[in-house]
């Protein structure tokens, strides 16, 4: 991992963000604060999407639009390709 990417996602953040998507939960930006103390998880959905093609589903709630993110339920988690930080939760997702 680049110093680039560790600036913008801890290692901690995107394991955790990968973790609980996994887990079948329903994650969003005030869950990660409360969690991981994290603030980027836009960002690490949008790269786990882009980049490793993870078929995140995205709903807006309330008036605010805050967005709430989970895992698709039709997705092959045995076909998902990890960021190099949550390598380790490849091995449960099969």
């Known amino acids: 991992m680049s110093q680039h990417e560790k600036f913008y996602s801890s290692p901690t953040q995107v394991f955790w963000c990968c973790k609980a998507l996994l887990e079948g939960r ?3 930006h005030k869950t990660e604060i409360r969690e991981v103390r ?3 998880l836009g ?12 078929p ?4 807006y709630r309330g ?6 993110y989970r ?3 039709d997705c092959d988690r045995s076909k998902l390709r990890f960021p190099p ?3 380790a939760l490849s091995e449960d997702a099969a």
Request: charged share 20%; glycine share 6%.
């Open 26 to 28: 329903t994650i969003s």
């Open 38 to 40: 994290g603030w980027r």
């Open 43 to 54: 960002a690490i959905v949008h790269r786990l999407k882009s980049s490793y093609g993870w």
């Open 56 to 59: 995140i589903l995205t709903e």
């Open 63 to 68: 008036p605010e639009n805050v967005a709430y």
């Open 71 to 73: 895992l698709s339920p």
């Open 85 to 87: 930080s949550a390598r």
